[in-house]
């Protein structure tokens, strides 16, 4: 089935760790993002993908990193992970370049640091 | 700033209609989204306006006035399944979303 996969489902990580959570999608989508969602706020943009081999900042970058050496696959990393990182991770996707498609979202990582 | 506006918490009757509001106010604007989000789940995709006026589509409706940076979704024969969290989302003129934090639905029999 077509769509986009996200792992861990969840995660208990120690602050200072590193962690990479994946990201693949086999719509052979150009646009990749990643969002994250507290409690109360809206979804804010991590970092996104107009393409393989392009990427941006978003709203909310500092300590997140970001790759897109394909085009399935969009991974995020947390160099040192630190509490207020707590959070859910949606990994989303969009045919076109840019925001102007709609976009389709992965089932999300919860992540806790502790 | 970018900002985005949307009731926290509405609750509503199986059967009726429920009408969602969204104020925006963005760096240029594009189009605006809503998108539905059950508790625990990835959002869903509902609509899409570019222009003024209605859109319906099925059960569900949206509308956008530009002039006045407003949107609203309309639900109506609400049904228990559509207990869920609606997200509005304005495209900015860099074609990025600005979020809303989400209008939580409570349906009751």
């Known amino acids: 089935i077509a769509g986009i996969t996200q792992a861990p489902t969840s995660q208990i990580l120690a602050a200072g760790r590193r962690m990479t959570l994946r990201c693949t999608q086999d719509?052979?989508?150009?646009?990749m993002y990643w969002y994250r969602q507290d409690l109360g706020l809206g979804l804010r943009l991590i970092h996104y993908?107009?393409?393989?081999?392009?990427?941006g900042k978003g709203e909310v970058p500092d300590g997140y990193s970001v790759s897109r050496a394909n085009t399935d696959d969009f991974p995020l990393t947390l160099a040192s992970a630190v509490p207020s990182q707590t959070s859910v991770y949606f990994c989303?996707?969009?045919?076109?370049?840019?925001?102007?498609?709609?976009?389709?979202f992965g089932p999300g990582t919860r992540l806790t640091v502790l | 700033g970018q900002n985005i506006d949307q009731p926290t918490e509405m609750t509503a009757t199986e059967g009726a209609i429920v009408q969602i509001n969204c104020t925006y106010q963005?760096?240029?604007?594009?189009?605006l989204f809503w998108y539905q989000q059950h508790a625990g789940e990835a959002p869903t995709f509902l609509s899409y306006?570019?222009l003024d006026g209605l859109e319906e589509k099925g059960r569900f409706s949206s509308f956008l006035s530009r002039s006045k940076g407003y949107s609203y979704l309309l639900l109506k024969e609400l049904q228990m399944k559509d207990s869920a969290s609606y997200l509005c989302?304005?495209?900015?003129?860099?074609?990025?979303?600005?979020w809303g934090a989400g209008t939580k639905l409570i349906i009751k029999p």
């Open positions: 989303a996707s969009s045919p076109g370049t840019g925001n102007t498609d709609t976009q389709y």
């Open positions: 719509m052979r989508h150009n646009a």
């Open positions: 993908s107009n393409t393989a081999g392009t990427t």
């Open positions: 963005t760096s240029g604007f594009n189009g």
């Open positions: 306006n570019v």
């Open positions: 989302a304005a495209e900015d003129s860099n074609y990025q979303l600005i």
